[in-house]
């Protein structure tokens, strides 16, 4: 099984509809990101959190909202999705263990969203 | 803010080495990363280097770093078809976010 579990994979929806994408992990990790995937722009940070308690805006929050309902469980929502949210969505953990830390990120497989 | 480039596509024939480069601009990066994403599925870690170093030596592949210049680049020995790939150049400055680039299709013909 996957240390980091994203559903749905993949979604179809209609302008103005709320969507809720859900990430799990099982690797114990205390941060945990989302990002989109847009052709020749990369990975672009969207919200992430370093503990249950805190969240924090990334580079292109707006139109995004989450929830971080347990260490292991991190939603991203669409409260009314447009066509230009259509991208692929990563989920992502990190340890902000002690001794040494790289920082490694390990993501999830992806989620598929298109917005019609 | 914090930027990272790098080019879109390499192509190489297969036993050739690659050369993908990448620049940044957070002089306070502590880790810089190159990740490697697989058709249909999430990025993972390929290999990094700490600020502090100039070159790091995994196998195939070579890391090296130009502080003064800001530029990575990684360099992957006797290419394989199933190098075929994404490659992301990333950094992690002082605020413990990592900042990606847009990434480099790498294409191998056989």
């Known amino acids: 099984d996957a240390d980091v579990t994203q559903t749905p994979r993949n979604r179809i929806t209609k302008t103005g509809k709320r969507i809720m994408l859900e990430c799990s992990q099982t690797?114990?990790?205390?941060?945990m990101y989302w990002y989109r995937q847009d052709p020749g722009l990369g990975l672009r940070l969207i919200y992430y959190?370093?503990?249950?308690?805190?969240?924090n805006k990334g580079e292109i929050s707006d139109g995004y909202s989450v929830s971080r309902q347990a260490q292991a469980k991190f939603s991203l929502s669409l409260e009314s999705a447009i066509p230009n949210q259509t991208a692929l969505y990563f989920c992502?953990?990190?340890?902000?263990?002690?001794?040494?830390?790289?920082?490694?990120?390990?993501f999830g497989e992806g989620s598929r969203l298109t917005v019609l | 803010g914090e930027d990272v480039e790098q080019s879109l596509f390499l192509s190489v024939r297969e036993g050739d080495s690659s050369v993908i480069n990448c620049t940044y601009t957070?002089?306070?990066?502590?880790?810089l990363y190159w990740y490697k994403q697989e058709p249909g599925a999430g990025l993972q870690l390929l290999t990094y280097?700490?600020?502090?170093?100039d070159m790091k030596q995994d196998q195939r592949l070579t890391v090296l770093l130009n502080k003064k210049d800001k530029h990575l680049s990684l360099r992957i020995a006797d290419t394989q078809t199933g190098d075929s790939a994404i490659y992301f150049c990333?950094?992690?400055?002082?605020?413990?976010?990592?900042?990606f680039g847009a990434g480099t299709r790498l294409f191998v013909k056989a």
């Open positions: 280097i700490f600020s502090n170093m």
């Open positions: 990333a950094e992690r400055g002082g605020g413990f976010k990592t900042i």
């Open positions: 690797k114990g990790h205390d941060r």
């Open positions: 957070d002089s306070s990066s502590t880790y």
């Open positions: 959190s370093f503990d249950v308690k805190d969240i």
């Open positions: 992502a953990t990190s340890d902000s263990g002690r001794g040494v830390n790289t920082g490694e990120l390990f």
